[in-house]
């Protein structure tokens, strides 16, 4: 828990969205693109007011919510600015967990919406655009839906914050952070397993030196997650950018890998910007990870819900962890 302190400024929502077709929906198989390209649409839509092709040309981007939201830059003021060119999104967009392609009229489909420090206020925004892009149509035949109902986690129940009837949003919002988190890894740490599975539920693509590679280490994988933590938490909450975790990371490096059940897999996207047909994938299955895990549960456990790897803002990097196989 010590280890977790000074990631105490991260703060995370959790939002579950009940969406039901008004027409057929004809969808890829991974809808995290589809659904993202859609929402970017539609905010755009929504808020630009100067309708410039290049953001960056614009007297209003440093204000703009779509670019913070969507084209995501280091403040002005940041003294990261030199080393990073463009920063973690505040949001992840987990599209609805099915391959499947067809959804008839009036059949329901969920997805689900992490918010991340300032992002959390935007959540009506979020909102309003949804139920934009279900009027506007969805996927290549526009198939529309709406919003039935918006339902936000609160430490494992999920309680309803909007409801179309209304048209209100009310309630209290749960906002998570490392402190408040902490009583539901109790059970967990208790446990002091020295081995626990990862299952991989959406493609994982992690870089090394510069390529995607299914040839990783713990080390490889904990250096990446600490580090998408901390750029989340400088980035979006407010706190200041400084890593006191060396030694944990090289702890990492005893930590091994063991019953590995990986493989690739790629899904094809259209690129509305680039006006072609993309592939994005990275590996999925799952692994074991054996040796003295206790500092770094809290950490995995966070992880779960704001993902790991590159591409996150469209669901990708999502993994849970089953239970300890011995102790």
């Known amino acids: 828990y010590k280890q977790?302190?000074?990631?105490?400024?991260?703060?995370?929502?959790?939002?579950?969205?009940?969406?039901?077709?008004?027409?057929?929906?004809?969808?890829?198989?991974?809808?995290?693109?589809?659904?993202?390209?859609?929402?970017?649409?539609?905010?755009?839509?929504?808020?630009?007011?100067?309708?410039r092709e290049d953001c960056s040309r614009c007297i209003l981007q440093a204000k703009c919510i779509y670019c913070y939201i969507f084209e995501t830059k280091p403040p002005e003021d940041s003294r990261l600015k030199t080393y990073f060119s463009d920063v973690p999104h505040p949001y992840i967009l987990v599209p609805p967990d099915t391959e499947r392609?067809?959804?008839?009229?009036?059949?329901?489909?969920?997805?689900?919406?992490?918010?991340?420090?300032?992002?959390?206020?935007?959540?009506?925004?979020?909102?309003?655009?949804?139920?934009?892009?279900?009027?506007?149509?969805?996927?290549?035949?526009?198939?529309?839906?709406y919003i039935?109902?918006?339902?936000?986690?609160?430490?494992?129940?999920?309680?309803?914050?909007?409801?179309?009837?209304?048209?209100?949003?009310?309630?209290?919002?749960?906002?998570?952070?490392?402190?408040?988190?902490?009583?539901?890894?109790?059970?967990?740490?208790?446990?002091?397993?020295?081995?626990?599975?990862?299952?991989?539920?959406?493609?994982?693509?992690?870089?090394?030196?510069?390529?995607?590679?299914d040839d990783f280490t713990f080390f490889d994988l904990f250096r990446a997650l600490l580090n998408r933590l901390y750029m989340l938490t400088y980035f979006h909450c407010g706190n200041r950018f400084e890593r006191k975790h060396k030694?944990?990371?090289?702890?990492?490096?005893?930590?091994?890998?063991?019953?590995?059940?990986?493989?690739?897999q790629d899904w094809l996207?259209?690129?509305?910007?680039?006006?072609?047909?993309?592939?994005?994938?990275?590996v999925m299955g799952e692994f074991a990870i054996k040796g003295k895990l206790m500092p770094f549960l809290p950490f995995l456990k966070i992880g779960e819900y704001i993902h790991i790897g590159k591409a996150t803002s469209m669901g990708l990097g999502r993994y849970e962890i089953v239970q300890p196989l011995s102790r």
């Open 4 to 51: 977790c302190n000074e990631l105490r400024y991260l703060r995370f929502s959790r939002f579950v969205f009940v969406a039901r077709a008004l027409t057929e929906l004809r969808l890829p198989q991974y809808k995290g693109s589809t659904f993202r390209g859609g929402f970017g649409h539609n905010l755009r839509r929504t808020v630009c007011i100067n309708r």
């Open 101 to 145: 392609e067809f959804f008839k009229p009036d059949e329901t489909f969920r997805f689900e919406l992490i918010l991340i420090g300032k992002a959390i206020d935007y959540l009506p925004y979020f909102l309003f655009v949804f139920i934009q892009l279900g009027k506007n149509g969805i996927g290549k035949e526009k198939g529309r839906f």
């Open 148 to 213: 039935e109902s918006v339902l936000n986690e609160r430490f494992g129940e999920e309680a309803e914050i909007y409801d179309h009837r209304s048209g209100c949003l009310s309630g209290n919002i749960q906002i998570y952070t490392s402190e408040s988190f902490f009583p539901l890894w109790k059970e967990f740490l208790s446990a002091n397993p020295e081995q626990i599975t990862i299952r991989l539920l959406t493609p994982l693509r992690i870089k090394i030196a510069g390529h995607l590679s």
């Open 247 to 264: 030694e944990l990371l090289e702890l990492s490096k005893d930590i091994e890998i063991v019953e590995k059940n990986l493989y690739w």
């Open 269 to 282: 996207r259209y690129s509305s910007r680039q006006k072609a047909r993309m592939k994005i994938g990275g």
